[in-house]
């Protein structure tokens, strides 16, 4: 029983960061249809932002975690300008790839700014154990847990519950019916990308203490969280949220019941058997009813 | 300024004093030797130690000399963090450069995949990869300058036996030099008559290792053998500690690494034992000071057993290059007859398949410190 509660606290942990990062991934698809590949590097991003602030620039942690957070809203607003603006009009394919390169600018540029070492993120928790029947249970798992369920209620609070929320589900759903209605939709466009990186920026923060900051970290939480998305369902948040907790939870568990060398394979075979038998996934809508 | 004849004849004075006095740079036309070193993606973590041991051979062969006068020019390419690439850019050297001798990566999986290339390209290389069948392909052109993982897995299991445990449990990174040395260590320790109670593999991109660490407990492992690169094995040992075990851990080189230690506490360090390469630091004295002080003055960082291994086998090249010149297959016959050269870190003995290093060590963290201490020696038959 110790063990099973371990195991759930750690692939409840982890898929808690794989359903934010799915988050992002699917706010700037939902809002843009762009499938962006470099999510996972906006994460490593968020986790580095960490590092300059608060290991490099020595602030203390609040402080710290709100300018990693400043910086991480800036670097979105400058992806967007940046890379989807001059990019728009293209074919959705072009962006697509346009993402990826920049993802691996991003890794390489890391690369060249913090060196090839990993960094150990300090956690406002760190070191902090609690024994839950029998169970050795970090507080700053257990912290993760409960960050993402605020993190959700907050973007379910945004969405539905204000005039900026509203706009941008209005501009997800029909971009040029929103223009017509005189939304300022390339603004709302820019806060969907802003969105996006400052989400990612939280779930980077979370991870560092509990990996290490590493500049390759984002390649797999890139692949876990699109697994996320599309077992899920692409365009839905509440199947970003229960597809990432299903792969973390995947993950730990396979490992352990099933066969550790095995449970990649038991995750994406699982993302496959979706892709083939539902692809619209837990939550998505089938794809013809799409407007 | 005015300029005179008697500052003409100063400055003329100065020039040949100048030249007189300084070391004996190389100077005439290079010596291009190849390195294929994973510069970029996860894999650099261990190359950067290698290009900057390879900078500093470059410099240190050069100021004393060169070969015969002739300085040496490492040309460098990277291997990035994938087999393909590692294959492309050891092509573009032959292609382009055509060295006498090139350096090859540390790992297994890029040697494995570049090995028919350096035969068909026929010319001598040095790599620290530590799956044995590297040297099975290797067609007597490629030499082994770090332990095989084989005789890394004898020392483990040889440690084993020290520590008295008799139920030992393996975890592996899955790639070839971690299936490779636990199944070595599972055979070594079975013919012990302490076959092990569990194997856990694990993903070279995971973070979470807490469904393995948990397995091995239920299987009652009074030992734990890891088989791990830096940056996942500093992780394992964390996460081991967080989860409560304090069973002893006998851990691969990587974990002993500098970018692995500066990620741990003392307390992740402790009942680990390290059986690694060779043991880096500056109290062992003599060149080995030289070599660790120098290098933590030019890069701000500790230089470690892989970065070393390139080092000194930067040194027998040169070596070579003085003795027999730059035909490759001189140059693969006299690095093939050495069997007791005294490198900084080992004494290195090429056997009939190429690999030079006969022997590890073990080493341990002193207790509540990070301060690493040599616990011995071990050289299987």
Redesign the interface.
Known sequence: MADLIQLLTNGLALGSVYALAAIGFVIVYSATGVVNFAAGQFVMLGTFAGVAMLLNAGLPMPVGYAAALIAMALFGALFYLVVYLPLRTSPVVTVIIGTVAIGITLQNAALLTFGSWPFRLPSPFEGMMIEVAGAVVSVHALAVVATTAVMIFLLWLLLHRTAIGIAMRAVAQDVKAARLMGLRVQWLLAFSWILGAVLAGVAGLMLGPMWFADVNMGDPIALKAFAATVIGGFGSLPGAIAGGLFVGLAEVLGASYISSAYKDLIAFGIMILFLLVRPQGIFGEPIQDRG | MTINRRTILSLAAGTALGAAIRPAFAAGEPISIGAVIPT???M??S??QYFNTLTMAEEDINKAGGINGRPVKFVIQDAG?SNSTAVSAFMKLIQETKPPFAFLTSYSTQNLATAPEVVKAKIPVMYAGGADAVAESSNGWMFRIRPTDSLAARGMAQFVKTLKATKPGILYI?NDFGQGGAQAAAKLLEANGTAPVGM????Q????F???I??L??KGADVILTFVYP?DG??LLRQIK???LKTPIVASSASFLP?AL??LSPADLENVWGVIDTFVDASVGGRMTDFTTRYKAKFG?DGDAYGLAYYDGALLLAEGLKKVGTDPEKLRDFIASQKSWEGIGQTFSFDDKGNGVPGVVVVKAKPGTKTIELVERIRPS
Do not use: C, H, I, V
């Open positions: 970029t993606g996860p650099s973590l190359g950067k963090s899955q856990e593999a694990y993903g991109n995971d973070k979470d807490s469904a393995q948990l397995r407990r239920q940056a500093a992780l967080a989860l409560g970018a500066q990620l960082q």
